[in-house]
Structure formats: structure tokens, C-alpha cells
């Protein structure tokens, strides 16, 4: 049985595994392999994971399948959307639905709160990712630069109004 659960400092281990190995598994191939290694240490340290579950701006859910996170959403309350700042799913699940159901999810947490906009940022290079995001209606808007690592790679920003 799958379920949406939060996620709170109690989680951080749990948190920390599933982010290190979807970013290490999504982007060893396509970028640096230090640039990931350095990344992964850094954003995913034990220190970083708990500033974030503690700022009450984030929310994290899990997605549960027979009592274990197949993955996770970070997503932001903006002024007029719900950012999506994070959706990572295990390999092994991403065939499965799970980038689906976080997606109806986002949308039925973004009416609740009264947003009408999704938005969510993904590295240029991770075309799976951005294909899927093209299926469920998503359109770039924009794109900056970000650091990964010890480079520099191109983040598009798209949204998705609901």
C-alpha cells in the first residue's frame, strides 16, 4: 500500500540516504563524477538536511510503499505557487507511477493553498527528468545558471499553471 507521509528531523537519516542516492544514481552519468561527489556531501550533509527540515518555509513528504520511502518532495509556498524544490524517487520506482503521483499531489497541495501556479527548476542535462515534466504540462519559462560541485550547468525553470 503507498502513502504520502511528512517528513520531520526524525526522518534525517532516512531523508539523507534517499536524497544521496537519487542524486548520485539521476546525475553520475551526466555530470562531473566530482562535481556529484561534491555536491551530494555538501547539500546532503546531516547539518544542511536538518537547517532545512527546521525552516518552517520547507515541507517534505514521502512516498511510502509498504512502509518504506520509495522517495521524497521538497516543495515552498510562494506568494502565488508551490514550488517544487525537490522530487527524487529511487531508481527502481520510477517506472512505477511514483513521479505521477507526487505530481497530483503537488497539484492537490497547490489548490488547497489557494496557488495557481507549479514551478520547479531541472538541470538541462537531465532530459528523463525534463520529458516528464514536458508530459505533465510543464513549460520553461526561464533558465539560470547553478553550481554543481565545481561547475557550472544550466537550471531551466518551467511552471506549470493549474
Do not use: W
Not at 42 to 51: G, H, M, P, Q, R
Not at 90 to 118: C, I, Q, W, Y
Not at 131 to 157: C, D, M, N
Amino acid at each position: 500500500m503507498e502513502c504520502f507521509r511528512s517528513c520531520d528531523v526524525a526522518d534525517l537519516k532516512e531523508l539523507q540516504m534517499i536524497s544521496r542516492t537519487a542524486y548520485s544514481d539521476a546525475f553520475h552519468h551526466l555530470l562531473d563524477r566530482s562535481d556529484v561527489e561534491v555536491y551530494v556531501m555538501s547539500k546532503y550533509s546531516s547539518e544542511n538536511l536538518k537547517k532545512e527540515l527546521e525552516d518552517s518555509a520547507n515541507h517534505f513528504l514521502f512516498l511510502e510503499e509498504d512502509g518504506s520511502a520509495v522517495g521524497y518532495m521538497k516543495y515552498i509556498l510562494e506568494q502565488n505557487a508551490l514550488e517544487i524544490d525537490r522530487l527524487y524517487i529511487l531508481n527502481g520506482f520510477k517506472d512505477r507511477g511514483a513521479g505521477s503521483k507526487f505530481m497530483k499531489k503537488a497539484e492537490t497541495l497547490a489548490a488547497s493553498h489557494g496557488k495557481k501556479v507549479l514551478t520547479l527548476g531541472v538541470l538541462e542535462k537531465n532530459l528523463p527528468a525534463i520529458a516528464f515534466y514536458k508530459k505533465k504540462e510543464f513549460t520553461q519559462y526561464s533558465e539560470e545558471p547553478v553550481i554543481v560541485g565545481h561547475s557550472e550547468y544550466r537550471l531551466l525553470l518551467m511552471k506549470k499553471e493549474l
